[in-house]
């Protein structure tokens, strides 16, 4: 229920107000003055002020109203004030509007007048804030879980089971496998389905905009916060926030992280009122959470939050029944992309296919597929048209310690970042999703081993 706070010093004024506001189904606060006002702000989510002007008998400047405007501004407040006056004083209201004021009423009022005013403040605040939620997201395309092997069949299952309550779900996996997808799978099939799915890669948030991306900013609250901004929490209120890659996160993060998942409470960053969080959280990482628990990286009592259910996704090499529908899927989706809409696998083509390890998954599968689309001479893609010079999965569980060089882990990782590269012709994106990193993580990675991308694009 919107909240309205009438300021204004007269009792009889305030509940007449109270009075005609209440029979639009809305809830009254009263302050006999600014200084009382602000203070209700501190403790109250108001959706609407009604500010009288003047606050002394022998005063009809405007002055007390005009000062408390500015003080609105100052604290980044961006609640719709209606001014009101007695002395229908055009100059006063002017200068009102040049402060914020979205709209006036002349004392006394007619009710039919103020109620309307206040109805179209509320519905217009309203739109505002679904436009900005609108501009926010991504797409909300429905999730396509291709899933024939017996094992992906099970873990839908339990997914779908999960879903149906609101217990935080942690999904794991190796990069590529479709945890992300899996997510938006659950929350289609979750009671929240006609809300909001939001989706944020926790990695690739900088930390010193952690607190702005997920709880949001008043406008004035740092140096770049030029305007509000609504953050994820308040975005997917009454729906799903995922959290990918959470296993980044620093202790310094997950402790606030941690409150808001405890309290379902917290604060617009240079706000001091406090919001509660309605959503569901699901989030994914790639890493032994385990692990990095007991090396001191990871916050125990954060997981338990995290995990009440958790989710595995077995790598594409346990469920080889699913690589030729995936591939199939895949080859649809980028023939339609790059207008080659007839493109079939050959025999031979899902013989390789099947036979290959991906230590990428289905990421790797859909650059297979895709390049396949691009460099294929007919529609009709063969083995060598897929480039699959890796060794297959029983040649490198075989081969293991072979394949592997035994070097320092930042040469090694130097070298999967040139090889990546080189096998997507200095696409950085591309081999950035390739190694499970996000844009700004594979661009650090380059700039740490001093990589000439020239280099390798030629």
């Known amino acids: 229920m919107d909240k309205i706070l009438v300021i204004d010093d007269q009792a009889d004024v305030r509940l007449a107000a109270t009075v005609a506001l209440q029979q639009l189904g809305l809830h009254c606060l009263e302050a006999e003055g600014p200084e009382h006002a602000l203070e209700l702000l501190k403790s109250e989510h108001i959706s609407l002020i009604l500010l009288d002007m003047n606050y002394k008998l022998d ?50 009022w007619n009710n039919l007048r103020l109620t309307a005013v206040v109805q179209q403040q509320l519905k217009l605040k309203q739109s505002n804030h679904d436009n900005a939620c609108l501009k926010a997201l991504t797409s909300d395309t429905q999730a396509h879980y291709i899933a024939q092997s017996e094992i992906m069949q099970l873990l839908l299952a339990k997914a779908e089971r999960a879903a149906k ?21 659950i929350h289609q099939h979750s009671l929240r389905a006609d809300k909001r799915y939001v ?31 609504l953050g994820r929490f308040e975005i997917a209120e009454g729906g799903t926030l995922f959290l990918d890659e959470i296993a980044t996160l620093s ?19 240079g706000s001091s009122q406090t919001k509660t969080a309605d959503v569901r959280i699901i989030s994914a990482t790639n890493s032994e959470l385990a692990t ?27 469920r080889k029944d699913d690589i030729a529908p995936l591939a199939e899927h895949l080859l649809l989706v980028h023939g339609k992309k790059y207008q080659r809409a007839n493109m079939a696998l050959s ?70 970042i040139q090889k990546a590269l080189l096998q997507f012709n200095g696409n950085v994106i591309a081999a950035g999703e390739f190694l499970g990193l996000s844009k700004s993580a594979i661009y650090r990675r380059i700039d740490k081993h001093q990589l000439d991308l020239k280099e390798v694009e030629r």
Not at 93 to 102: D, I, P, T
Not at 167 to 185: D, M, P, R
């Open 251 to 269: 202790l310094e993060l997950q402790s606030k992280m941690l409150r808001v998942l405890e309290s379902k409470e917290f604060e617009v960053l």
């Open 292 to 318: 990095t628990i007991e090396q001191g990286e990871f916050r125990r009592d954060l997981l338990f939050r995290l995990n009440t259910i958790e989710l595995h996704i077995p790598p594409l090499r346990d």
């Open 59 to 108: 005063t009809t400047s405007g002055e007390e109203g005009l000062r408390f405007l500015k003080q609105l501004n100052q604290l980044g407040s961006t609640i719709p004030v209606i001014v009101m006056t007695a002395w229908a004083s055009i100059d006063v209201a002017v200068k009102a509007m040049q402060l914020g004021a979205v709209d006036f009423v002349e004392k006394p």
């Open 199 to 229: 989706s944020v890669n926790v990695g690739a948030i900088a930390p010193t905009l952690f607190e702005s991306e997920l709880f949001g900013h008043k406008k004035g609250s740092f140096t770049d916060a030029k305007e509000d901004r």
């Open 165 to 185: 309550t609101d217990a935080s779900i942690l999904i794991t996996g190796e990069n590529g496998t479709g945890k992300s997808l899996l997510a938006h799978y």
């Open 347 to 416: 025999n031979d083509a899902l013989k390789a296919l099947k036979n290959y390890s991906w230590p990428g998954n289905i990421r790797e599968l859909s650059h297979c597929i895709e390049r396949a689309v691009i460099m294929s001479d007919n529609n009709n893609v063969q083995a060598n048209d897929l480039i699959l010079d890796q060794p297959s999965c029983e040649q490198t569980n075989s081969n293991a310690e072979q394949a592997l060089p035994l070097l320092p882990l930042e040469e090694l990782e130097k070298q999967m």
